[in-house]
């Protein structure tokens, strides 16, 4: 079984989470695809350089300049950093981004209500399976930052719980692929302040209840939203977790199935 | 014969000079590395930030934040616009730094009279050349930050020319292997001023004059050495040339031979 494990910027802007991280990870038998997000140091970086950072429903509005923020934020430094870590922990890691190898192929996001900017989608079916899978075979770690390209020269912004679906779907042509989405909690909570309301499983039915009656909205929305796009289309098992669980017998989580 | 293409930040930070090479540089037959060096947005943003940019003999003294900086420009920013804009020329690019697949590992630098911190200088001996030659083997263009790491989870600075150096040296086992060195003039100038005063082909008893008489000196001195080093180790031909020469039949420039 191909693990893709996403995690956030709640791993990647916690240097001892981050390291707990991926002492884990390179535990982990079996080949791995791991996806990461970018974190505040992007907001940082531009606020230094002056440049507002426009957020609208979670999402990064991509101006030319914030592009090139996020590109060396999440593409250089965050990438190169967690490849260098797992390189020191002798797992053979490899960062990348969409455009290396072609390995994700987005379209822009046209302007519609919003304006997202420099904003991508990757196309399932432009995802480069004989990179991202020459480099599974051959014994490197894919480290994947949520930085794509439409093809055309131009790099685009792309949301990393889409990046990891949209991965860990490719890859099911070729491996039985579980996605894991690492995250700050445990899982999908009832009541977010209640460790013990873990949802250990969420079908179509449940999903549907949990978000009529507002246990599930926001961010989560999306990120159930790919887990299910994720298990529709080929994904054997998709599962969203903390990020101290991938190590244990039974990770825990919530368990998304049809 | 395996080209390995440097280019420096004459090319780097200029936009239009950039998109012309690139264009010449998809029209060359045969295999080809491309390394790049870093440019002048690494110091624009280290200003912006608050970080002064210190230069000892053309060399940046690497603190950890400056060494953050060149690992999001170089790695991050540079690198996945050069491998975008290939893409999009249908060049197959493949970005990567040194930590990636462990293609490039160095030594850091020792404090000596001159503490240049985060800086490394390559370990030919741990050249990822299986990392490398997969690329190129399976029809990629290595497009080469010059960030490496040390094996043991840091990254380091490292200097582009001697980068290309080491990747042209160490794939000189596997094949022939032609470096050049792109550069703002056509080649080594006996004056600097007179386009028509090239000289068109260096040995060491020739260099050893030109260094006496002064003609060749500051930043000249360690490219030149680089090149004397590649052919002295199986680099079968080392020219330094214009970066628009690329693709002309005889590319001009000057010549490096025992």
């Not at 009832?190 to 969420?202: E, G, M, R």
């Not at 054997?236 to 919530?254: R, W």
């Amino acid at each position: 079984m191909l693990k893709v494990i996403k995690i956030g910027g709640n791993v990647v802007d916690n240097r001892e989470v981050l390291e707990s991280f991926l002492d884990d990870l390179v535990k982990l038998e079996g080949p791995c695809v791991l996806v990461h997000g970018g974190g505040k140091v992007a907001t940082e970086i531009s606020k230094a350089l002056g440049i507002e950072t426009k957020m609208i429903d979670g999402r990064r509005v991509t101006d030319e300049r914030t592009l090139d923020v996020v590109t060396m934020v999440y593409a250089g430094l965050v990438n190169k950093k967690i490849a260098a870590s797992l390189q020191g922990r002798g797992m053979n890691a490899f960062g990348l981004c969409g455009a290396d190898g072609g390995a994700i192929t987005s379209g822009r996001r046209s302007a519609g209500a919003i304006d997202y900017g420099f904003v991508g989608d990757p196309i399932l079916e432009l995802t480069g399976v004989s990179t991202l899978s020459m480099l599974i075979e051959r014994g490197y770690m894919p480290v994947i930052a949520p930085i794509t390209h439409d093809g055309k020269g131009t790099l685009l912004n792309t949301n990393a719980d889409t990046v990891a679906r949209t991965v860990a779907v490719a890859l099911s042509s070729v491996y039985e692929v579980e996605l894991i989405y690492c995250f700050e909690m445990a899982g999908v909570m009832a009541h977010i302040d209640d460790p013990a309301s873990l949802i250990s499983h969420i079908d179509p039915a449940h999903y549907a209840e949990l978000r009529a009656d507002g246990t599930v909205s926001g961010g989560m929305i999306p990120k159930i939203d790919n887990a299910f796009d994720a298990v529709r289309n080929g994904v054997k098992s998709v599962v969203i977790c903390g990020c101290d669980a991938i190590c244990k017998e039974n990770c825990g989580g919530t368990r998304i199935t049809l």
